[in-house]
């Protein structure tokens, strides 16, 4: 049940990707990596990360790809500024080199640490007793609460910034 | 249950798809939908490993890549809507405003 779930979500997540590099009008690569983003929210219900499947929903399809899509119709682009998209071999060929490199290192840095390693506290049991959300928050707002509150200022500054560069230069 | 390498895999196959949209397309809005699909690649690594750990630090990261993700997208949209006022164009090979 678990692996048919997987299978699912895997094989949209992964077609949608694909479709978003190959569509030709970013409309359709919005709507397309919206559809890989809500796959990869399924995904993460399947382990057990609650909390993040609803946020990773809000923040990515909620609000992410809405400005996107409003910064789509916003420019207008006609369909000829659409040139047909071409692959160059080079490009195809280091995304996946990349990622066979990312592979490797997980597989020999990370992996036996991973196998052999010490586990958390937080197993599905405690995790069931306690609630996905109140363990995060615990974890968030103890052991992280300097860093949690440092991404407030890079909120902000991204806010000014934003602004700054968007808007119409005043005479 | 579904074993690590299997989100591993399904990770690293997202990840080389955002790169390969960096590194092949030309419009700069798909350019970073793509940096936002390598972001998310990394997320699911992350809550994969958490998840096979029995610890919860990969998902509190998720939520800082989450925010810096939405802080980039904010500024970079903000870039892009700049650089289109500017030369009327998203297409990345034409935008050499600073070339000599």
């Known amino acids: ?14 077609v949608a990707a694909a479709g978003m590099v190959l569509q030709r009008s970013p409309i359709y690569s919005a709507l397309c990596l919206i559809l890989a983003l809500f796959a ?37 682009l006609r369909p000829e500024s ?17 990622a066979g490199a990312l592979l490797v290192e997980l597989a020999l840095g990370v992996g036996p640490r991973i196998i052999l390693g010490p586990r958390g506290p937080y197993d599905l049991e405690t995790l069931r007793m306690v609630g996905n959300t109140q363990a995060v928050g615990r974890v968030l707002f103890g052991e992280y609460l300097i860093p949690f509150e440092l991404t407030s200022v890079i909120l902000l500054a991204a806010m000014v910034g934003a602004m700054v560069l968007a808007k119409r230069r005043l005479e | ?20 949209g960096v590194a092949t397309r030309r419009n700069a809005l798909v350019i970073f939908m793509s940096i936002e699909l390598m972001l998310n690649a990394v997320n699911l690594s992350f809550v994969a490993f958490a998840r096979f750990l029995h610890s919860l630090d990969g998902q509190v990261f998720v939520f800082f890549v989450m925010t810096v993700a939405a802080a980039e997208v904010a500024v970079g949209l903000a870039i892009i809507i700049a650089i289109f006022r500017n030369a009327e164009t998203v297409n990345v090979d034409e935008v050499h405003l600073l070339k000599g």
Not at chain 1, 4 to 10: K, Q
Not at chain 1, 40 to 65: C, K, N, S
Not at chain 1, 82 to 98: D, Y
Not at chain 2, 5 to 16: D, E, N, Q, R, T
């Open chain 1, 1 to 14: 049940m678990e692996w048919a779930l997987f299978l699912i979500f895997a094989l949209v997540a992964a």
């Open chain 1, 40 to 76: 990869q929210g399924g995904l993460y219900v399947l382990l057990h990360a609650e909390l993040i499947a609803a946020v990773h929903i809000f923040v990515y399809a909620g609000a992410i790809m809405v400005l996107f899509l409003f910064v789509i119709m916003l420019l207008d």
């Open chain 1, 82 to 98: 659409h040139p047909p998209v071409q692959f160059n071999r080079v490009g195809v060929l280091a995304g996946f080199v990349l």
């Open chain 2, 1 to 20: 249950m579904v074993p690590l390498w299997a989100y591993l895999f399904l990770s690293a196959f997202l990840f080389a798809v955002g790169v390969v």
